[in-house]
C-alpha cells in the first residue's frame, strides 16, 4: 500500500478524539487539546473520558463507541494496561489511526512487550495505523495539528517550513523542536516515533519525501529493525531531490553500548550504517550542533553544490587563514580570484590580500562598499560554489549594518542557489533579519566552513540512480548455490565467484598423484597444492597447502604429504581432493568480503591485504549491490589506495579491474542474500594496470539453521 | 633582563601621553582617552598634540618635551612617517615605554619596514620598549588602563578576571575582546602585538606567568621568530602551574599560504608547532569557539584531571548515547557506576538505565531531586575526573530551576576541581547564573564533552620538568663534528651517532680488497659492501651497494665491481674505501631523522620503515632534546605502534631501546644545533623486546655555507 494515502488521514486528520481527555494543566491528555484549541485547528476534537463532562469546554464522551462519527486519529493519553480496552470500545472500522503516548510497552521488558504485542495485533486486524507507543507525537505544523503532549509548543510555537522532522527519541524531539525554535528554523512536520510497534522513522521519511510542503528532511535515528524500508524510504527522497541529514546514535563501542541499553531497537553495526548514509545520498550528522546547522543550511540551499570551490572574505587575515585551515580539513579548494578581480581590490586596498582568503583588512570598514563590490565580484567568476565571510566585532557596527543588509540581499537575488555565511557578533533579531534576507549567520568562522563543506560535499546518492529492484539483479547472476549449511570449499567457491564473473586463478582438482601429476605439468611452471576440504578453514596450519612446487616427483611428495598431514590434523575431515594452481608473483594483495548483516543484508569490504587490514583496519563497506563506479568510491577511501595509484614509483595497478569485480562480488552476494553468512577472497591480486585481478583464494559460508 | 620587571611600567604604567590626541571621537588618538577617563584610571594622563589646547578637557602638550614629568607609558596614534620625529622631542630617560598603534610598518613592504627599522634603534638606544607597531594596544582590566583604541570597550567593558589574553593579530583581538565580554569571562590583561618589532606573545606569555593576578593565558599566535623565547615563555607558565591554550594559525597548506600573505612573520612547519605545544604542555584549540571553550573552562578548572574518567548523566538515553560517541571519539573512559549506586537509582527509576551514561529518564523531572542525588553519588565514588549532564528543553522547566541551581552549587561545594557541565537550553541570564555557582552551560552536549576532554587530558609539559639550559645538554654530548658542509659519509656519520651512544651495526672500512677478505672473515656471517663517498647520497642507485656477500672470492669480486660501477657512473666522487658489516634479518625496519628547524631549531622525527613513512606519512615529532619518556610517547603516537607493540602475533619489538635511541639522538641534534642541517638514521632495526636495536645505515649532513 502507499504510505502517503494511508499516513495522510494520520498526519492530517479531519477528526481527532482524545483517550484520558482531562482539564488538568499539563497532564498528557490535556495538552494536545489546549495545543489544537489555542492553535485553531479546524477538525473536529473529540475528548474521550468517561470521568468528565466537558474537557477544555468540548462536550466530553465516555467511550470511543459513544461518538458517531468516523476518527481520523485518536490519541491515547491513558494508563498502558487500559490502552487496548480503550480502544475495543471502537466499532470496527471507526478508526483509521492512533498515536500512543503511553510509556510502559517494549521499553520496560517482557510484560511491557506483551501489551505491545497485544495493541500490534489489535490494530493491525482493525487496518488502524500507530504511531508509538512511548512517544511524544507528532505536529503538522501547517494545518495547527498538536498531536502531541510536549509542552515545548506552549512556550512559544514554531514557524511553518519546509523542514520535516523525524525523531526516535521523545526527549530529543522535544529538545529539537524547541532548538528549531530558537533558530527560528521553519517545520512542515515534527514527529517523534518512540517504539515504532507499527510506524518508524522509514515510513516518515517516506511521507515527508510525498508530502508536497517538504523540501528538507531531518531524521534522528536511533536504531533500525527494518533496512530494505529504511533503503527504500532513503532511495525515494533522493530520486525526489529531497536531502536527508540524518543523526544515528551508537557510532562507537560506548555509544552502541548506550543505544543497546535505551531502545528495544538494534543499534546495528556503525560501518553499515556509513555505508547506508554514503549510497542513499544521506547527509550524516555527528553532533546535535551539526544536525541543525545542517538541516538548516540545506532548507536554504537544497541544490547541490556546483562546485567544492570555497570563496573567503574576512577583514582579518589571521582568521581568513583559521577558516582556510578548516577548509582544508574538509577538502574544499580555495583557488585564487582572477587577476582582474585582485587589481579591482587592490586599487582601492592596496594593502589588502587579494587572494583568497581575500583579506578586505579594517578598511573594509571605512570603505563600506567594498565587501559587497568584492563578493559581486568573486561570485561572478561562476568559480565559486559558496562564499564565506567573516566580519570579527565590525558586525555590530552601526554604519556597516545597513550595508551588511544590502549585502545579504543583493548576493541572494543574484545568486540564490550560491551558500553565503556571515561570521560576526550579531544580537539575535540582526543574526534573524540577514537569515531571512537569505544568507546563514555563524559566530564561530570554522562552523561556518564545517557547515559549508557538508553541504558542497552533498550529492545524489548513487543508488537513487541504480535500478535497485531486487528482481532486476537477481535475474542477472542466476546463482547455484550447493545445498547445506556452513563452509563450502575452495574449489566450490572459486567456481561460483568465477561463474560472478570474477577472475579466479586457474585451478584444477586432483584425487590422484598422478592427476596432480597431468595437471601441474599442464600448468608448466611452480603451482600450488591444497587440499580440498569444506571442513577444513585454516589450511595451512595443519599442513594442507604446499606453495612454489615444480617437477613430477616434487608434485608426487607434495601430493602425499598434504594428504599425510591433514590426516594426522583432522582425520574426520571429508578431503574432496588437492586442488592444484599455478604460483603467482607480482601485483598487489588485496582482500575482498562479504557479511550478511541482520538488518541490512549483503555488506561488501575492501581493503590491502596485510598490515592494511591487521593493523591499520583501513577497509571500507558498501550495502549490496553496486556498480563500478561506487566500488571505485570505496577503493578511494582507503588510506592504501596511493599504493594502488603507483605514486610511489612501482606503477599503478589495475584499479578499474579490481572495481568490476568488487562491484561483480556485490552482484553475488545480492542475488545470495540471506542464504549465506559470508564470502572472503583473500588475498585478491591486483595486477598491473590492464592485466586485471585475480583471486588465489576463496571461501564461501553459507548461514547455519537457526 | 627580567621581563616583568621592565614590562610592569609597560602594562601598569603610572602616567601615559598621547600622541597625536585628539577630541573627534572614534580617532584613535581619542579612544584611549575616553576610555581612561570613563573606566577612572588613576595615573596621569598626558595629552600631546602641537594643534590642541585641552583634549577631552585635559591640558594638551605641544611636545613630549613640553611635559616636564617621566612617562611609563606613550601612546602613538600619529601616522607612521611622523612617529619616530614625535619620539626624537622627548628627553633621553624620559620614556620608558611606548605602544604604537599605526599601521604603515613592516606590514606593507620595504619602505614600511624601514621606517619599523629606525623606530626600533631609537627605542634600543633609548632603551624604551615597544609594543607594536600595527597593534590595537592592550587593556589592563583590573587598573582600568585602556591603552586601545579598540572601539569594543566602548560598548560595554568586560570584568576583570584571571584569564590573560594575548593575540598578535589586532582583528581578532577586537573579536575576542567582544566574544570574552559575552561569555563574561574575566580577563586580567588583554594585549594585542601586532608587527612585534621589539615585544611578542612569548613576552607577554612570560609577563602573564609572573603576574599573580593571571591563572590562565589565551594566546592567539600567527608567526613566531624566536623559537627560543616562546620555549622559555611556555616553560615558565608551565612551571608556574598556569595552563596555556594556544591557537596557531596557518595549519594547513592553505592556512599557511593565507597567514604568509597576511604577517611579515614566519608560519613555520606546523608539525613543529604541534610538538612544541605537546611538549611545553600548551593546549592547542583549533577554532575561535574551541579557544574559548577551553580557556573558560580552565579558568574554572586549572588543575590537571584526577582521570580521564567521565560520568553521564542525559534525561534521553539516546543524547547520552550521542554524548558517549563523543567521549570515545576523545579517548575519555566511561566506567559504570558501582553496583550500590546503580541500584540506589534503579529503586526510584525502575526503568531507568543505571549504567554510564546514566539515563535517568523523564522521571528527573517528576522527582526532582534525582538529578542531585545521583550526581553526588557518582562523584562520591571518586571514580570520575567530570560530570556531564544533559537535560534538553527540561533546562527551562520552572520546577526543575531551583533544583538545578542548587545542584550546580553543592557540586561545586563539594567537588571544587571536578569540571561539571550542563547542556540544557536556558535563557543567557540563567546561563550566567549557572556558570557563575560554578558550572560550564553548552547548548550543544558534544561540545561539552570535547571541551571536558581538552582539559582532562592536558597534562603538565615534560619539558617543565626537564633541565633544558642548553649548556647542561651540550656539555654531555661534546660532539666532535668534522669540520666542512655538506654531508658526511656513512662510516664518519654512523662513528659520531655511535659515539653519541646509539646502537649502530659494527663495521670496517676496507681500502683494499685483502682488507675486505680480512674484514668479511672477522665477521663470519654474510656481509653488506658499500660504498664510502661523502659525494654520493644514494648509493645503491649507482651499483655502489651489495648485500649478501660471502667468501674470499665473492668479496674480492664485489669490492671490485663496487668500485668499477661507482668510477663509470660518478667518475669523480671521492672514494674513500668499501664499508663492511655483518648483514642483519629479523626485526622491525624503523626510520629516525633530524632536521633543523630554522625557528625552533633540531627536530627529531620517528617513524617505522616502508609504506608507514611513504604511504601513510605515518611519523611523529619531538623538538629537541628529551628524554626516554617523551620519545615513548612519540612511538606511540604512530599508528604502527601496534605492530612494535607485537599485537599481531609476531612478539614485541625492543620499544625501549628505541625510545632511548630516540632520547639519545635529541640530545645530540640539540649539541650539534645548527652546525647540520639534517640527520637520517634508515633503516635503524628494532629487534625483539631486550635485544635492543641496530642503525643499519645513517648520514649526517652539516650546514650549507650560507
Redesign the interface.
Known amino acids: 500500500m502507499n504510505t502517503c494515502q494511508t499516513l495522510n488521514s494520520l498526519f492530517s486528520p479531519k477528526s481527532i478524539a482524545i483517550l484520558g481527555a482531562s482539564n488538568a494543566t499539563g497532564k498528557s491528555g490535556a495538552v494536545p487539546i489546549a495545543l489544537l484549541l489555542d492553535a485553531g485547528y479546524t477538525g473536529k476534537i473529540y475528548p474521550v473520558n468517561p470521568r468528565q463532562d466537558r474537557v477544555y469546554g468540548l462536550p466530553c464522551h465516555a467511550s470511543l463507541n459513544d461518538i458517531s462519527d468516523t476518527i481520523d486519529l485518536v490519541i491515547i493519553a491513558v494508563p498502558a494496561v487500559h490502552v487496548l480496552a480503550a480502544l475495543e470500545q471502537s466499532r470496527p472500522g471507526q478508526i483509521r489511526n492512533a498515536v500512543t503516548f503511553t ?1 510502559g510497552f517494549a ?2 521488558g517482557d510484560a511491557g512487550s506483551q501489551l505491545q504485542q497485544q495493541l500490534h495485533a489489535f490494530a493491525r486486524e482493525r487496518r488502524i495505523r500507530l504511531l508509538g507507543p512511548n512517544c511524544l507525537g507528532f505536529i503538522n505544523v501547517r494545518d495547527h495539528t498538536y498531536a502531541t503532549f510536549s509542552p ?1 509548543p506552549l ?1 512559544g510555537r514554531l514557524p511553518a517550513g519546509d523542514v520535516g522532522m523525524v525523531t ?5 524531539g ?2 529539537a ?3 528549531a525554535r ?1 533558530r527560528n528554523l521553519g517545520l512542515s512536520f515534527w514527529i517523534s516515533t518512540g517504539n515504532e510497534s507499527d510506524i518508524d522513522v522509514a515510513d516518515c521519511i517516506q511521507w515527508l519525501t510525498e508530502d508536497p510542503h517538504t523540501r528538507v528532511i531531518m531524521a ?1 535515528i ?1 536504531g533500525c529493525k527494518d533496512g530494505d524500508k529504511l533503503k527504500r524510504a532513503l532511495s525515494a527522497a533522493n530520486s525526489a531531490g529531497k536531502p536527508v541529514v540524518v ?1 544515528k ?11 543497546a ?3 528495544a531497537a538494534l543499534a546495528g553495526d556503525d560501518a553499515v550504517y556509513d555505508a547506508l548514509f554514503k549510497q542513499y545520498g544521506a547527509i550524516r550528522a ?4 551539526e544536525f541543525f546547522n545542517v538541516g538548516q543550511a540545506l532548507s536554504k540551499w537544497p541544490h547541490h553544490a556546483a562546485s567544492q570551490n570555497l570563496a573567503i572574505i574576512s ?8 577558516m ?6 574538509h577538502h574544499l579548494s ?1 583557488p585564487a580570484p582572477p587577476d582582474d578581480v585582485q587589481a579591482r581590490l587592490l586599487a582601492r586596498i ?2 589588502a ?1 587579494a ?1 583568497n ?1 581575500v ?1 578586505v583588512t ?1 578598511q573594509a570598514l571605512t570603505d563600506l562598499s567594498i565587501l559587497l563590490d568584492t563578493s559581486r565580484d568573486l561570485l561572478a567568476t561562476g568559480k565559486y560554489g559558496a562564499l564565506a565571510i567573516f566580519l ?2 565590525a558586525g ?1 557596527s552601526e554604519a556597516l549594518w545597513p550595508h551588511l543588509q544590502e549585502l545579504v540581499s543583493v548576493l541572494h537575488a543574484e545568486y540564490p542557489n550560491t551558500p553565503i555565511t556571515i561570521s560576526a ?1 550579531l544580537p539575535p533579531e540582526r543574526i534573524t533579519a540577514l537569515q531571512e534576507k537569505g544568507s546563514m549567520v555563524f ?5 561556518a566552513i564545517r557547515t559549508l563543506s557538508r553541504i558542497m560535499h552533498h550529492r545524489p546518492g548513487k543508488r537513487a540512480a541504480l535500478s535497485c529492484g531486487k528482481e532486476a539483479v537477481a535475474q542477472k547472476t542466476n546463482v547455484n548455490l550447493p545445498g547445506g549449511t556452513g563452509a563450502l570449499n575452495e574449489a566450490d567457491s572459486l567456481t561460483i565467484l568465477k561463474n560472478a564473473g570474477i577472475a579466479v586463478t586457474p585451478f584444477s582438482v586432483a584425487t590422484t598423484k598422478a592427476a596432480a601429476q597431468d595437471i601441474a605439468r599442464q600448468f608448466s611452471c611452480p603451482v600450488a597444492m591444497k587440499i580440498v576440504s569444506a571442513d577444513i578453514l585454516h589450511k595451512s596450519d595443519i599442513g594442507g597447502v604446499k606453495l612454489g612446487i615444480s617437477g613430477d616427483d616434487a608434485v608426487a611428495d607434495a601430493y602425499l604429504e598434504i594428504l599425510s598431514s591433514v590426516q594426522r590434523a583432522q582425520p574426520l575431515a571429508d578431503v574432496e581432493g588437492i586442488l592444484i594452481a599455478p604460483m603467482h608473483s607480482g601485483g598487489i594483495e588485496c582482500i575482498m568480503g562479504v557479511y550478511c548483516d541482520p538488518v541490512f543484508g549483503p555488506v561488501v569490504m575492501f581493503g590491502l591485504g596485510g ?1 592494511f587490514v ?3 583496519k583501513d577497509v571500507s563497506f558498501r550495502l549490496a549491490p553496486f556498480d563500478q563506479a561506487e566500488a571505485l568510491s570505496m577503493i578511494h577511501e582507503t ?2 589506495v ?2 594502488l595509484k603507483g ?2 614509483g612501482q606503477g599503478a595497478a589495475d584499479i578499474a579491474a579490481l572495481a568490476d569485480t568488487l562491484a561483480a562480488l556485490s552482484q553475488l552476494a545480492y542475488a545470495l542474500g540471506d542464504r549465506i553468512e559470508s564470502i572472503d577472497i583473500n588475498p585478491i591480486i591486483a595486477l598491473p594496470q590492464g592485466q586485471g585481478v585475480r583471486a588465489l583464494d576463496g571461501v564461501i559460508i553459507r548461514k547455519s539453521a537457526s
Chains 1, 2 share one sequence.
Do not use: K, M, W
Open positions: 510509556s521499553e520496560v515545548a512556550n526516535q527519541s521523545g526527549a530529543f522535544a529538545y523542536y524547541c532548538l530558537e534522528y536511533e543523526t546514535i551508537g557510532r562507537t563501542a560506548s555509544g552502541a553500548q548506550a543505544a541499553s535505551h531502545t555527528y553532533t546535535i550542533d577583514i582579518s587575515g589571521g582568521v581568513g587563514a583559521l582556510a585551515d578548516e577548509a582544508d580539513d580555495l592596496p594593502f590580500s587572494n582568503p583579506d579594517g570579527a566585532a555590530s557578533l559566530a564561530d568562522p570554522s562552523t598490515i591487521e593493523v591499520l588510506q592504501a596511493s599504493l605514486e610511489r
